[in-house]
């Protein structure tokens, strides 16, 4: 009987050091999650970025459908290299972006998002990367909108979210729904509406790109800033999201990248 227990006996330690074993093999692999994620991203390892994609030169598609490429789509690939994160791209419409930033289905928009203090109440901005001034562009010789007072009771078209959106609102403008800069400028051309409000680069890099344009700028405001914007809860990522960018502005990196889509640094 004393040896069947002991033969018992050494089956239950042996059994326990197994599991022993075998919690202790799985420990670390919890920690490497865990140490792996200390930002909250939706997916370890790599930060999840929203933007449309269709907004040249921030976020469009070289030649129409070749790869996502922009201003913006490099600083982020730029800030995720330097914190040693994959980049994920997930290409929204301007309209549903900040919902799909609050719903969790990425980590940040990288897309030309400007401060203002309605946004600063419900998200955490990024240090500044673009400085630039918002203008309203008007068909080439229109002389009857040479400021935003000009612009109350006109027709823009606006993206419904955008700050430009509210800019135009505030100028006492009515606004023609569009999806972004692309629709906003054809409906300008086609005469369609009297102005569009958009960002100075977008415009400068479109009558680069299309010279025969027939628009102009009538008027513009005081540089304003944009940012990678994130959810209240992703202070940690936004710490170190600004760590980075500091890094790049330190090594030029955002200088270059400006040089490359605007032949100058206007990360200040």
């Excluded at 002389?143 to 800019?167: C, H, M, P, V």
Aim: proline share 3%; net charge negative.
């Amino acid at each position: 009987m004393s040896r069947v227990r002991s033969i018992l006996g050494l089956a239950a330690a042996s059994a326990v050091a197994i599991a022993l074993a075998a919690c202790s093999s799985s420990a670390p692999a919890a920690s490497d999650d865990a140490a792996g994620n200390e930002y909250g991203l939706v997916k370890a390892g790599t930060l999840t970025v929203a933007t449309e994609g269709t907004y040249r030169p921030f976020t469009f598609h070289d030649e129409g459908s070749g790869d996502l490429v922009g201003y913006d789509v490099e600083i982020a690939e730029a800030v995720a290299d330097e914190l040693g994160l994959k980049v994920e791209f997930q290409e929204t419409q301007w309209d549903a972006i900040f919902a799909g930033l609050d719903a969790g289905r990425f980590d940040v928009i990288a897309n030309q998002v400007s401060i203002n203090p309605e946004r600063e109440e419900s998200y955490l901005f990024s240090t500044p990367y673009t400085v630039s001034p918002s203008v309203v562009v008007v068909n080439e010789g229109d002389t009857s909108i040479s400021s935003f007072d000009d612009l109350e009771g006109k027709t823009t078209a606006q993206s419904l979210t955008s700050n430009f959106y509210q800019l135009a609102v505030d100028a006492g403008a009515n606004v023609e729904s569009v999806e972004g800069w692309a629709q906003a400028v054809a409906l300008l051309e086609q005469g369609r509406v009297d102005a569009t409000v958009n960002d100075k680069l977008t415009f400068l890099d479109y009558v680069k790109q299309n010279p025969d344009a027939k628009i102009e700028v009538a008027a513009e405001t005081d540089p304003s800033e944009s940012a990678l914007a994130f959810t209240k809860d992703k202070t940690a990522l936004v710490k170190a999201v600004d760590e980075a960018l500091a890094k790049l502005k330190d090594d030029g990196t955002l200088a270059e990248i400006g040089e490359k889509y605007f032949g100058a640094d206007v990360s200040q």
